[in-house]
């Protein structure tokens, strides 16, 4: 079992930026691939970005893309997601979710943190 808390969500003019934080305990942080996932009220959740195990390879939405930017730091059982150029249809609850080795689904996810970005 992992637990996920995130954190550093906000209200933030467009233009702006955000850093989110999503802190794991519990077992080996390390051995867990991260994701990032929003929703927007009446939408779908959807996929925003995902960080390898190491932390040496990210990948991103089309929608953020250049944008954010996702990071970890295994050491301090963390992942973040950096924010910048933020718009109005980025407002949403962010999740974070860890996905386990060899496991092609997210098994855990925090609880969300809410993100809005003002026109």
């Known amino acids: 079992q992992v637990q996920l808390v995130e954190s550093g969500g906000g209200l933030v003019q467009a233009g702006g930026s955000l850093r989110l934080s999503c802190v794991a305990s519990g077992r080996t942080f390390s051995s867990y691939a991260m994701g990032w996932f929003r929703q927007a009220p009446g939408k779908e959740r959807e996929f925003v970005g995902h960080?390898?195990?190491?932390?040496?390879?990210?990948y991103y939405a089309d929608s953020v893309k250049g944008r954010f930017t996702i990071s970890r730091d295994n050491a301090k059982n963390t992942v973040f997601l950096q924010m910048n150029s933020l718009k109005p249809e980025d407002t949403a609850v962010y999740y974070c979710?860890?996905?386990?080795?060899?496991?092609?689904?997210?098994?855990?996810w925090g609880q969300g943190t809410q993100v809005t970005v003002s026109s």
């Open positions: 960080i390898t195990r190491g932390g040496g390879t990210a």
């Open positions: 979710a860890a996905r386990p080795v060899r496991q092609t689904s997210y098994d855990y």
